[in-house]
């Protein structure tokens, strides 16, 4: 059983910073890759930034240079620190992770998601 949870979200104001992270636990054997998601209202679920191991981070073109995700292989954990956030921004983010366990060869997880509100 894995489980993925995200923390960090809240209400800013426009031009603010936001941290978010995600912990991955159960019986993990390897991370391949851990992502971040947003879906806003009314839209489809939506890439903003992911990891591949041994690859370079990749970012949605309209979060490049204000969001950063990075990893802390060590607590399974990833983060978005996210700055110079605005209106379009809010969404709930949903954490993904592809996971290899005892179990599977490997499969993708999701979160719960966080909501992320930017006011303008």
């Known amino acids: 059983q894995v489980q993925l949870v995200e923390s960090g979200g809240g209400l800013v104001q426009a031009g603010g910073s936001l941290r978010l992270s995600c912990a991955a636990s159960g019986s993990i054997l390897s991370i391949n890759a851990m992502g971040w998601y947003r879906q806003a209202p009314g839209k489809q679920r939506e890439l903003v930034a992911v990891l591949t191991s041994g690859s370079n981070p990749k970012y949605a073109g309209s979060v490049k240079g204000r969001f950063t995700i990075s990893r802390d292989n060590a607590r399974n954990t990833v983060y978005l620190q996210m700055n110079s956030l605005k209106p379009e921004d809010t969404a709930v983010y949903y954490c993904?992770?592809?996971?290899?366990?005892?179990?599977?060869?490997?499969?993708?997880?999701w979160g719960k998601g966080t909501l992320v509100t930017i006011s303008s």
């Open positions: 993904n992770a592809f996971i290899v366990t005892m179990q599977t060869n490997g499969m993708g997880y």
